[in-house]
């Protein structure tokens, strides 16, 4: 499943049944499938496991999506790249548009996200980038871009480059990405836009909606962090998030996922697809 980008244990254990009824044999249902595939990975795979420890560090990343700006006096058309920062054990996110992602773009984009957190983590975790690094062949002595070292060291943090193909070495803002991408970017890159202004005026607008408090008035005081404890999977329980339209559900739900992500199996399904796989499993 490594090597299969958005491939999930649902869509293999439905084509494994399929053969084993064209085969005319018994097959195993999904829950035992899922426990002898955990199996197999604990004993084929050593695996990193990252706890996220508050104020310990930020994740930086660009996103894949980007976005077009017309310049409005020579028509040109521009790019816009989009700069996401998250700090793992709060998975906050900022994120800005940039038209350049040269060296002072780049450090001038990592100051905002300092200046948005309010302070200075004690580990910054990059993607191997020319902006940050420029040789990272065994991970433990990177060779770091020069402006971007010299910017650690003035903030007395340190750069921690992800391994090389690693995405769990950053799966916080990996999966921040994510979210960005199959959330309010549909909206943005649905818009014409004149000026990096105006995006990142509207980029932070979204932003903040989808992290605004007084949009989850509904849930009681101190519930998130029950949610994030995982308590509830540990019991065995079924969590079931209701709401109106835009009140955040899918928000919260990949949040949680986000959180289990280091310990448990994750995956994202479609409510038809969940409910006809249920129905079958009875």
Known sequence: MATRKNMTLMFLWNRYKKKCEEEGVRFY?????CELYNKWCEENYETAHFDAVIAQKMEVDFAGQTFSMTDPLTGEIMTIVVFVAILPYSQYIYAEGMLSTKEPQWIE???HALDYFGGVPALVVCDNCKQAVIVN???IEPELNKDYADWADHYGTIILPA?????K??????????????????KLEERQYFSLEQFNKDL?????????????EYLPTGITEVLFSLDFIERGYN??????SDAG??????????????????GYFHSEELLESMVALK
């Open 29 to 33: 249902q999904y829950s035992q499938y």
């Open 109 to 111: 984009v990592n100051n």
């Open 137 to 139: 062949q065994d991970w």
């Open 163 to 167: 391994k090389v193909r690693k995405p």
């Open 169 to 186: 070495f950053k799966s916080s803002v990996e999966n921040a990405v994510g979210i960005l991408e199959k959330g309010f970017f549909h």
């Open 204 to 216: 932070w607008k979204e932003l903040a909606d989808c992290v605004d408090s007084d949009k989850r």
């Open 239 to 244: 969590l079931c998030i209701l709401g109106e």
């Open 249 to 266: 559900k899918s928000y919260l739900a990949k949040a949680i996922g986000i959180k289990a992500y280091n310990r448990y199996n994750v």
